[in-house]
């Protein structure tokens, strides 16, 4: 039995009136890679702010590495939050810093290390990531793709032993993406970090995932191996697995939705 790095036991989350997350149930496994797919609105973003401990959900709980997140002291949380890092949709950089310092600052807030290891560690990890040359430059003087390099160098700085991506191929193109996904797929082998990746570009997960799950509507609808999903016969799976243009997701879309909508009446 392969080891559990993250179990998540029926996390339900709600906005206001609107269940986001419907008793969500799922296991990342240790040094695996991890695909969570679904469309726009499907709560993959919710689940792994949920998954890193920045969202509490209503009922259920996320349990890593044996211990409850949802009931931790924030004291904690911010130490589970040292052993994960987390690559946002944007990057996230600070605009102010150069790549270096972007990179150096987990490491100065959460470490005591004197400045000349900080900066053989920010080295070590520009390396990494392919991006040693761009120490100096300031996140404006970046392209996209090279933002995301440098955010996953600093989600790397404090040597995590998980990762997770918020859709790190968004807005970058195929070439770009496909690069990006050879870096996901090399610190997974190289570190052996165990990494969750959200993502809604098949061609993207199918190059990474050693598994997959499917959100939608905030529901698990399945999970496997890429062949499994590949071959599923489940009509939502095979949808959005293949980019079909008639399933049930196209038809929830055509049917009396709109109707409903513009009458108000009951869902
Ligand atoms: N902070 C929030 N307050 C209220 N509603 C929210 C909040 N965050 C997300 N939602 C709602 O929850 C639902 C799921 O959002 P989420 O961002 O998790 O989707 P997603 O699957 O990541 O979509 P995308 O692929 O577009 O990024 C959406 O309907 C969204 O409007
Ligand atoms: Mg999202």
Known sequence: MPEIAIEVRDVTKRFGSQTVLNAIRLDV????T???LGGSGSGKSTLLRV???NLRP???DVIAWGKSICTMSDEQ???YRKSIGVLFQSGALYNSMSVADNVALPLREHTD???ETIDIMIKIKLELVGLREASTKMPAELSGGMKKRAGLARALALDPKILFYDEPSAGLDPVTSAEIDELIIDLNEKLGVTSVVVTHEMESAYRIADRMVLLDRGRFVASGTPEQMRDSEDP????F???LTHGPLTDRRRGGQYEVDLLGGEV
């Not at 939502?236 to 949808?239: P, S």
Request: charged letters at 25%; hydrophobic letters at 40%; aromatic letters at 0%.
């Open 77 to 79: 949380l911010a130490d």
């Open 113 to 115: 290390l004197p400045e």
């Open 34 to 36: 991890l695909v969570i």
């Open 236 to 239: 939502l799976v095979k949808q």
């Open 241 to 243: 697995v293949h980019g």
């Open 29 to 32: 496994q240790e040094g695996e």
């Open 51 to 53: 998954m890193i401990g």
């Open 58 to 60: 209503e009922s259920g």
